[in-house]
Nanobody, 122 residues
C-alpha cells in the first residue's frame, strides 16, 4: 500500500507563488509516474503535470505551462509542484497521485493523497 501526503497549500494573491510537496511512503517504486491533479468546486478532476520515474520527462497542462514546474527527488520519495504567477482560476484542491504507467488520465492513477487547498485571490 502506498501513502501520499501533500503539503504547501494555502491562500495567495494573484501573481504570487506556492510550492506544493508530496511525500510518498509504503510500497512505492521508483519506476512510478508521479502526477499532480486539481479539482475546483463543481468541476471534474483535471491533469496538471506528470513526471517520469527518473524525472527526465515531464508533461504540463496547457493552462499552467510556463507557470508550473513539476520535479521529484527519488532519494527522498518526494514530488514537488512549483506554482508561479498564480491566477484566481488556479483555485482548487490539488492532489498528488501515483501511476504505474505514463498517462495523464486520473483513472489510471491508483494511489492518491488527501489533497491540499490552493486559493488564489484577485
Amino acid at each position: 500500500q502506498v501513502q501520499l501526503v501533500e503539503s504547501g497549500g494555502g491562500l495567495v494573491q494573484a501573481g504570487g507563488s506556492l510550492r506544493l510537496s508530496c511525500a510518498a511512503s509504503g510500497r512505492t517504486s521508483r519506476s512510478n509516474t508521479m502526477g499532480w491533479f486539481r479539482q475546483a468546486p463543481g468541476k471534474e478532476r483535471e491533469f496538471v503535470a506528470i513526471i517520469s520515474a527518473a524525472g527526465v520527462m515531464t508533461l504540463t497542462a496547457a493552462s499552467v505551462k510556463g507557470r508550473f514546474t513539476i520535479s521529484r527527488d527519488n532519494a527522498k520519495n518526494t514530488v514537488t509542484l512549483q506554482m508561479n504567477s498564480l491566477k484566481p482560476e488556479d483555485t482548487a484542491v490539488y492532489y498528488c497521485a501515483l501511476s504505474t504507467t505514463w498517462d495523464t488520465r486520473p483513472e489510471n492513477f491508483g494511489s492518491w493523497g488527501q489533497g491540499t487547498q490552493v486559493t488564489v485571490s484577485s
